[in-house]
């Protein structure tokens, strides 16, 4: 994880929700008021974001302190407390919406991974992301799918070659599109082609890619196809992929599975912040 990266992207998450100041918080507290912050789940799953809640708070205010109950990847049960938070009321109350918006989703992504994960135990098959992410939260939901146990695809366009449809459309054939990717692009970077039929498969080993996507089939037709590929192409899956047919197209062999619903449709992990009393818990912090 990249801390620069991520303390700007806190930086700027705040300015959007701060604004000039938060009028609620300012108005009730003084700056030398101080209090604790409870993070409770209030599911069970698998949890990330404890970065976010350590640099979260930093960002707004060098004091806070954070402990750290859960660590990323570790199992949650509902009611376990996740992290508390002590210092500032008004540091606390500026920061808990961003950073619980952020663990929530991230807890939600790896909670998710997780589950596909221990669907394919037994295959060979990795399950792995794609650039369906959040513009702007790219880097945490990858790293929430790695912290889930899945592996990541390609961060961007500018780290590895997915020649798809609409490039072979463009340059009239995956044997044109290879030879000038191959043309211009140095010996480290692979080549990855996504094929829909039987003669692109054939036309794709051929161009010499050294990934192939099966892109929309299903595992019927991946399994009879595989026989064709040489073993020193890697093989992924993708399209229409669901937690009820994952392991079906896990069982054909195919080396990788890209599953975009992992980020692009995640149900965030229900977190809550809450004021810790002797007498139990008193008010909620979940606006």
């Excluded at 609409?166 to 054939?173: D, K, P, Q, R, Y």
Aim: net charge negative; hydrophobic share 40%; proline share 1%.
């Amino acid at each position: 994880m990249n801390l620069l990266k991520l303390r700007s992207m806190l930086n700027d998450f705040y300015i959007e929700d701060i604004g000039d100041r938060d009028l609620t918080s300012e108005m009730i507290f003084t700056p030398d008021k101080d209090g604790e912050l409870t993070f409770l789940a209030k599911q069970s799953g698998v949890f990330c974001g404890e970065i976010v809640i350590n640099e979260g708070f930093k960002v707004l205010d060098q004091n806070i302190v954070v402990q750290i109950q859960v660590h990323d990847g570790e199992r949650i049960e509902k009611g376990n407390v996740i992290a508390r938070a002590k210092g500032s009321v008004q540091a606390l109350l500026k920061g808990e919406r961003v950073i619980l918006n952020l663990i929530q989703r991230m807890s939600g992504i790896a909670t998710k991974t997780a589950n596909i994960v221990q669907i394919l135990e037994g295959t060979n098959s990795k399950i792995c992301d794609t650039r369906k992410t959040i513009p702007g939260l790219r880097m945490l939901d990858k790293y929430a799918v790695r912290v889930g146990g899945g592996v990541n695809h390609r961060n961007g366009l500018y780290d590895a070659v997915l020649i798809k449809d609409n490039h072979i459309s463009f340059a009239g054939s995956i044997t044109s599109a290879v030879s000038k990717v191959r043309s211009g692009l140095g010996h480290t970077v692979k080549v990855e082609v996504e094929i829909e039929t039987k003669d692109q498969l054939l036309e794709a080993i051929e161009a010499g890619a050294d990934i192939i996507m099966f892109d929309n089939r299903n595992p019927s037709e991946i399994t009879e196809w595989l026989n064709v590929v040489p073993d020193w192409i890697v093989t992924e899956a993708s399209g229409n992929i669901t937690l009820q047919n994952v392991k079906e197209y896990a069982n054909t062999g195919v080396q990788f599975i890209s599953l975009g619903s992992l980020t692009h449709s995640v149900e965030a992990f229900d977190i809550s912040a809450k004021v810790i009393v002797e007498n139990g818990i008193e008010g909620g912090i979940s606006r």
